[in-house]
């Protein structure tokens, strides 16, 4: 019999599932960071240890091993000085004339949509280090940004 007629069983189709991609470069985190990493890594540890199904504890496991090494590897970074952008700065600044407000975290913990952002982001990476008053390149456009404030954000610094 040809081999193009033999059934095959469907786990000889299925993909390998591989570890979930940590991130290159150093873990910074802010405090509020730390704190989020470890609440993950007990959540996951406690729904491993309830789990009865094989394939979903796979799963679970896979994530803790992720989170449990981006906790072994965090790096939390102290308050950044008022006027320097750093992580943790909450900055104001201005882009095409239009203001704007974020807050710089770490990768683990950024949502754009609440004005979190991982200093790994590209507008995070222009930010980085800037100070109050001084214009920034971004997107290949020099003095694309202006940096109008930067405080400790008590938020993710608590």
């Known amino acids: 019999m040809s081999v193009a007629f033999r059934r095959e069983s469907d786990d000889e189709h299925k993909e390998s599932e591989f570890e979930l991609p940590i991130p290159l470069g150093a873990n910074l985190v802010t405090p509020r960071g730390l704190r989020l990493l470890c609440d993950e890594v007990a959540r996951l540890e406690a729904a491993v240890a309830a789990e009865s199904d094989e394939a979903a504890r796979k799963k679970l496991q896979r994530q803790l091993r992720y989170f449990g090494t981006r906790k072994s590897t965090a790096d939390v970074q102290p308050p950044p000085a008022d006027g320097m952008v750093g992580v943790g700065s909450c900055v104001h600044y201005r882009l095409h ?28 990476r222009a930010l980085m280090g800037a100070e109050v008053g001084e214009m920034v390149a971004f997107q290949g456009v020099d003095d694309a940004i202006m940096v109008l404030a930067a405080t400790s954000d008590t938020k993710v610094q608590a």
């Open 97 to 124: 004339g239009v203001e704007k407000k974020i807050t710089i975290v770490g990768h683990d913990e950024a949502d754009p949509a609440a004005g979190l952002i991982a200093f790994s982001a590209p507008i995070g």
